[in-house]
């Protein structure tokens, strides 16, 4: 008989995709961030499934929070680090990342995000049984030191109730819902942060009365407790600085402080002084190429990679910064704009974006410009010396160059040390002897193979001196 929580009543061929990255990465020294989420099969969705998400196995419509906490528990026991799958004799690695759910702010992810011509907002309370399913499971399994991290918020959305035009308003089934009002309604708040009481509160599954107000701290220890909250911050083709729409309820990358400050706010509301991180789990800039030239360009695109990490690094309540995608998805039809989802370090060809440089040499100077006798602030990152750290315990090297102005031959000015594997960054100020470029130089040590005695390099940055 099937049992959904149990780990093997699952074929073993199903398993062996996530075995095989489990396998890989602890063997790389790579620590996972596993995302328990849909879409989830048709025999654990709710009535009404529309159409649209009929052919789509992606998409998840009304899912059964019960069962996707036996599913989570299945997980969390496969990967606790001592479970051995049949046949074998080796207990597969443990995973000690996890995150619930994707996206549950879009309708695609999580449907139907409002009801009613989207009068009442439904993703948020389905997202609530989901979470406290899935917090249950883990800590049922052994994760319960592990890093958890709700939210996996997409950045944008709309909000519009329902007409004779559009009956179903806006998010309404398939649409995004904005990430703060997605987050107030999942702790039961208003739009001025207050609990929701009556016919507001039943409608989305919430405490109708203050003593039930109470008890919501108690009752929900994922939302409470939780390691974190992710969050999707792209911005809409603009620099991490610039965001063009002024909605407060928003969620890309200049607007991660807000996101802080309504996080902090909730948790204030039920008694909670924690400040929880927030990690950023999936950013990149769509790039032109291969899309159209409303995107980004791509030696742009690897300047503000580098300019977002800078800022994420200055900030400590951003516990993370990634990448996403390392590839580009396979063009799409000219009539579909081109180029997909291409926000990847490398072409669907397998040919690099200058961001793929950018990506594993940061560099940033947050001046370029001054006087010659006034030091310069020089911030990067050597990401490949963790796994040389890892193979050989020797710290790692990289060296600060500098070409003059019209000259291609660059000179090292000064060297930088890496000792922690779990920390690549650097952050120093020195002089520049005129106008030039600055770059970032790393030699792969012999043990690197394929790349040992490989120099690769940052993208340039220029620099005017007066």
Not at 48 to 67: I, M, T, Y
Not at 152 to 176: D, I, K, M, N, W
Not at 272 to 285: A, M
Not at 318 to 336: N, R, V
């Amino acid at each position: 008989m099937f049992d959904a929580s149990d780990p093997a009543s699952y074929p073993e061929a199903n398993w062996a995709p996530y075995d095989e990255i489990v396998r890989t990465a602890a063997a790389d020294g790579i620590a996972l961030d596993l995302t328990l989420s849909g879409g989830a099969p048709r025999w654990a969705e709710g009535p009404g499934l529309p159409l649209a998400a009929l052919d789509n196995q992606f998409w998840a419509w009304r899912p059964s929070a019960s069962a996707f906490g036996r599913f989570a528990q299945a997980v969390g026991e496969r990967y606790s680090g001592s479970y051995v799958p049949p046949g074998q004799t080796t207990p597969l690695p443990r995973v000690s990342f996890w995150a619930i759910w994707n996206e549950p702010n879009f309708g695609e992810d999580l449907g139907p995000q409002a009801v009613d011509g989207s009068t009442v907002a439904t993703g948020p309370s389905m997202y609530r049984s989901l979470v406290s399913e899935a917090w249950n499971a883990l800590q049922a399994t052994g994760h319960g030191g592990d890093t958890i991290l709700i939210g996996e918020f997409a950045p944008f959305g709309l909000s519009a109730v329902g007409t004779r035009r559009r009956p179903q308003g806006l998010p309404g089934q398939f649409g995004q819902t904005k990430p703060l009002r997605f987050l107030r309604t999942l702790y039961c708040l208003d739009s001025g942060y207050r609990p929701l009481r009556g016919s507001a509160a039943r409608a989305v599954g919430c405490p109708t009365t203050g003593a039930g107000s109470r008890a919501f701290r108690r009752s929900n220890p994922g939302l409470f407790k939780a390691t974190g909250l992710a969050d999707h911050p792209y911005p809409h083709d603009q620099p991490p600085t610039i965001e063009t729409s002024r909605d407060p309820d928003l969620a890309p990358f200049p607007r991660l402080p807000n996101l802080e400050r309504a996080l902090d706010r909730v948790q204030q509301v039920y008694g909670s002084h924690r400040r929880l991180p927030i990690y950023s789990t999936e950013y990149g800039y769509i790039t032109s190429p291969p899309g159209h030239s409303g995107f980004v360009p791509v030696a742009t695109a690897a300047y503000y990679l580098n300019w977002a990490e800078y800022l994420s690094w200055k900030q400590p309540r951003i516990a993370s910064t990634t990448q996403y995608l390392l590839y580009d998805p396979p063009p799409e039809p000219k009539t579909q704009g081109g180029g997909g989802f291409a926000s990847g370090l490398l072409f669907s060809s397998g040919q690099a974006k200058p961001s793929y440089a950018a990506y594993r040499l940061p560099l940033y100077l947050p001046v370029v410009s001054g006087r010659r006798a006034r030091p310069l602030e020089v911030w990067g990152c050597v990401r490949p010396a963790r796994y040389a750290i890892l193979d050989s315990g020797e710290p790692q090297i990289a060296e600060i160059q500098f070409a003059a102005q019209g000259s291609a031959a660059y000179a090292t000015l000064r060297t930088v040390l890496v000792r922690d594997p779990g920390n690549c960054y650097f952050d120093v100020r020195m002089r520049l002897p005129s106008s030039g470029s600055v770059r970032l130089a790393y030699t792969y040590p012999p043990g690197a193979l394929p790349l040992a005695g490989t120099t690769v390099y940052s993208r340039s940055v220029a620099v005017t001196l007066r």
